[in-house]
């Protein structure tokens, strides 16, 4: 599990996205990014996030700020999910876990008594240099985005 904490270089990746393709962190270069890490497409609070984040992509690019999010779900899913809900945010599929757990984010949780691996709820802001800024940790979504909005607006 990666101990990453503020000023921490952000680890790399390269990974299928939505639509076909790849996405890298080096795509990102010289630019703000917003990488927000969530469990699963279409279910209840992803959704939110997701909308959320869609619903300022004009914020968020006006200001230069890229958006990112990534799930262990397929590009097939991803995919879906993007149509069924008329999102614009792009989105990474990371089936192999290797960047989850590079970020820290691939954890162990309990529902209902019962313990399970899984993606804890998590963004991180990434300065234009590859260094961490901000990380949100266990998200709560209502408010989410809007708070991700404001503190990458002030970043310089």
């Known amino acids: 599990m ?4 503020i000023g921490s270089t952000a680890p790399d990746f390269d990974l299928p996205r939505d639509g076909g393709g790849r996405v890298k ?6 630019k703000p ?3 927000f890490f969530y469990p699963k497409d ?9 909308i959320a984040f869609t619903a300022l992509a004009p914020e968020f690019e006006k200001a230069g700020i890229a958006v990112l999010g ?3 779900d ?13 999102l614009s945010v ?13 970020y820290g984010v691939w954890k162990q949780k309990s529902m209902y008594g019962r313990s399970y691996m899984g993606v804890e709820r998590t963004t991180f802001l990434i300065r234009p240099d590859g260094t961490i800024q901000t990380i949100w940790q266990k998200v709560k979504v209502p408010g989410h985005a809007e708070a ?3 503190a990458a607006q002030n970043l310089r």
């Open 33 to 35: 990014l917003v990488l």
């Open 74 to 86: 397929s590009v097939k899913c991803h995919d879906r999910f993007i149509k069924k809900h008329s």
């Open 25 to 30: 962190l080096v795509d990102f270069s010289g």
């Open 90 to 102: 792009v989105l990474a599929s990371d089936e192999e876990r290797t960047t989850l757990e590079a």
């Open 70 to 72: 990534m799930s262990p």
């Open 42 to 50: 279409d279910t209840s609070g992803c959704t939110a996030e997701s």
């Open 148 to 150: 991700v909005l404001v």
């Open 2 to 5: 990666a101990d990453l904490g």
